[in-house]
């Protein structure tokens, strides 16, 4: 059984980028990530498999099509509506939360600037079986504590 689990991460920091890809690299290397720069992006790699995403980690503030523009064209979308999608953002302020729920988001991650906290909350939500989970308000924010 191939047991890889192929990540897409779409942020335009190029520090995030490489920070995740990093982080990712210690858990494990059964992890192929793919990252985007942008969301046009990420909604032509996901038209165009493969690779086909177990999961998408999204940053919302993104300029063009940010990340709340890719979320509603992927819960629109046939194919990718049950996408497990992870908001990944610096915000996490309730308005910003409501409206990536409301969205459809599956998760929402405050993103953490600590090396052993970003590895515990990435190794968090991988471990979730996101073809059992409900996303609900009370369990959609991540809390590190």
């Not at 953490?112 to 990435?122: A, E, R």
């Amino acid at each position: 059984m191939n047991n890889e689990l192929t990540i897409f991460y779409t942020d335009d920091d190029a520090e995030d980028l490489e920070f995740f890809t990093e982080v990712t690299s210690q858990i494990g290397d059964h992890l192929n990530i793919v990252t985007q720069n942008n969301g046009k992006k990420l909604l032509h790699d996901l038209e165009n498999p493969p690779p086909n995403p177990h999961i998408v980690f999204l940053d919302l503030n993104m300029p063009g099509f940010s990340g709340f523009d890719v979320l509603q064209k992927l819960r629109t979308s046939d194919n990718l509506k049950k996408l497990p999608v992870v908001i990944f953002s610096t915000s996490s302020d309730e308005q910003t939360i409501a409206k990536s729920f409301a969205l459809g988001a599956s998760f929402y991650v405050p993103k953490p600037t600590d090396f052993s906290v970003l590895k515990k909350t990435i190794q968090h939500t991988l471990n979730i079986d996101w073809s059992t989970f409900k996303t609900s308000k009370e369990n959609f924010v991540y809390l590190n504590n």
